[in-house]
């Protein structure tokens, strides 16, 4: 347990489909991230929060939506969704952007 | 941000010490190297941390020669349980422009075998 919590744990979604990814951390942090791990590649760092502001956006296509409404909840909001989307969804948080991060378990996300 | 390069795989045996060398020629002054664990379908986990010389946990020992131009993460007496994938990572701690930018590489696996 890392104290940071993600749910689901497995989704499966069609292309049409809206669905979230919520992300909870009980550490106290103040920075928040949504990283993306497909098979045999690295991880892809996609969104940054800091203090709830949104401060990093890398290149991520519009049908992921994140939301941060406070410092300990992350959402990843999903629509339209492809099937090379399908991988890994990994959140972290750190306590203000400090290179040590603490990962949570992650969402195993399959789009049909 | 400063490229890492650690070999893709190794090998080893319960009982053994595993060490894993990861070079980063472009270290920058204000740049601290931290070691990841990630197991199949989890999140990586914070190993160890460091600046320079040798840093010992529970868990590892970390060694950073003095020209910080690589680092050698040494595992004692590897069990089945240590197979996963070890990821050397370079970067600040967040004060600058970096905030939070961490670059993971395609990492080590490391397989150990009974």
Same mark, same amino acid.
């Given at each position: ?112 | ?19 894993? #060398?990861? $070079? ?6 204000? =740049?601290?190297?931290?070691? /990841? ?5 989890? *999140? ?27 680092? #050698?993460? $040494? ?6 349980? =240590?197979?996963?994938?070890? /990821? ?5 701690? *967040? ?20």
């Amino acid at each position: 347990e890392t104290g940071v919590t993600q749910t689901p744990r497995h989704l499966v979604m069609g292309m049409t489909n809206k669905k979230s990814l919520k992300c909870e951390q009980h550490l106290g942090h103040n920075a928040m991230y949504w990283y993306k791990q497909s098979a045999k590649k690295p991880l892809e760092l996609m969104f940054v929060y800091n203090f709830k502001e949104q401060t990093e956006n890398n290149s991520v296509p519009s049908r992921f939506s994140p939301e941060c409404p406070n410092s300990s909840h992350l959402f990843l909001h999903l629509h339209t969704l492809q099937p090379e989307d399908s991988a890994l969804y990994l959140c972290a948080s750190s306590p203000s952007g400090a290179d040590t991060q603490y990962f949570g378990p992650g969402t195993r996300l399959t789009v049909l | 941000l400063a490229k890492t390069t650690q070999p893709i795989s190794m090998d080893s045996y319960e009982g053994q010490e595993v060490n894993i #060398t990861c $070079s980063h020629n472009n270290i920058a002054t204000n =740049d601290y190297i931290t070691w /990841y664990q990630q197991f199949p379908s989890q *999140g990586p986990r914070f190993i160890i941390q460091g600046y320079k010389t040798k840093v010992t946990n529970e868990v590892a020992s970390l060694f950073i020669p003095a020209d910080r131009k690589s680092s #050698t993460l $040494s595992l004692p007496r590897v069990s089945l349980s =240590d197979t996963a994938v070890y /990821y050397c990572l370079v970067g600040d701690r *967040g004060r600058g422009s970096t905030l939070g930018r961490l670059y993971f590489g395609r990492g080590t696996q490391l397989t150990v075998w009974p």
